[in-house]
């Protein structure tokens, strides 16, 4: 009889050989990343969570060769990621993090004016760009990190469950993941930092929300 043995997904071997190409150990790979220890040597696939991330680790690793094996390891570095407007009404709005509140709403013309405005074409349905503050959602945002959001509208409000997202809430502004709560009034509150507990939140309070499409990490 024929054993029937379960083959390392083929994402999982991709991420050995960009570790072996970068002369990365996994110990020091799994203390970046924060992947749990071990889960490259296991034979069976990958969370969506720990692809999450690796490619929060390895952002130049093109996300087409990891998932199809299509096209270079490496990300062409020569294509441009973003840059300054030099027309104002152009570009996306850089907006403080004190002023989220206001850029979640919409409410934010004003102040949207006298922001710095950047051009970035992978996120062009992006309404505002934020800069992250706090490390609750390291290892994939860090602080000083840019993330690209998407206001979500809060009129019969769908969230994609274990998706990031930026909330005005009655607790302040966050950048947290949202699961489902123990009942249809409450969301699931969590934090990519392990140090940080979940919690959970009613919907009455929060107040506006917006989706995060991208990250811009500037080295």
């Given amino acids: 009889m024929q ?29 970046k990343s924060g992947i749990t220890r071990g889960i490259l040597a296991q034979n069976n696939g990958i969370s969506e969570d720990n692809l999450t991330r690796f490619l929060a680790y390895a952002p130049e ?12 390891m490496i990300k062409d570095d020569k294509r441009e990621v973003a840059h300054q407007a030099e027309n104002p009404k152009e570009g996306i709005p850089l907006i403080p993090f004190s002023a989220m509140a206001g850029a979640l709403t919409g409410e934010q013309s004003a102040l949207e004016y006298e922001c710095e405005r950047y051009v970035v074409p992978a996120f062009h349905n992006a309404d505002f760009l934020m800069p992250v503050k706090g490390n609750s959602m390291t290892p994939t945002y860090i602080s000083g990190d840019i993330v690209a959001c998407q206001r979500v509208p809060m ?11 930026v909330l005005d809430t009655a607790q302040g502004a966050i950048i947290k993941r949202i699961k489902p709560g123990s009942d249809k009034d409450h969301v699931l509150i969590v934090s990519d930092n392990k140090e940080y507990d979940p ?14 499409i991208g990250l811009i990490r500037l080295e």
Avoid: C, H, M, R
Wanted: glycine residues 4%; negative net charge.
């Fill in 3 to 31: 054993e029937n043995k379960q083959e390392k997904s083929p994402i999982k071997q991709k991420i050995l050989l960009y570790l072996a190409k970068n002369g990365v150990s996994e110990y020091e790979f799994y203390k």
């Fill in 61 to 72: 690793v093109n996300e087409q060769w990891l998932l199809t094996g299509n096209g270079e």
């Fill in 155 to 165: 009129t019969d409000i769908f969230f994609q469950w274990n998706k990031p997202y």
């Fill in 199 to 212: 919690f959970e939140l009613p919907y009455k309070d929060i107040y506006a929300v917006a989706l995060v």
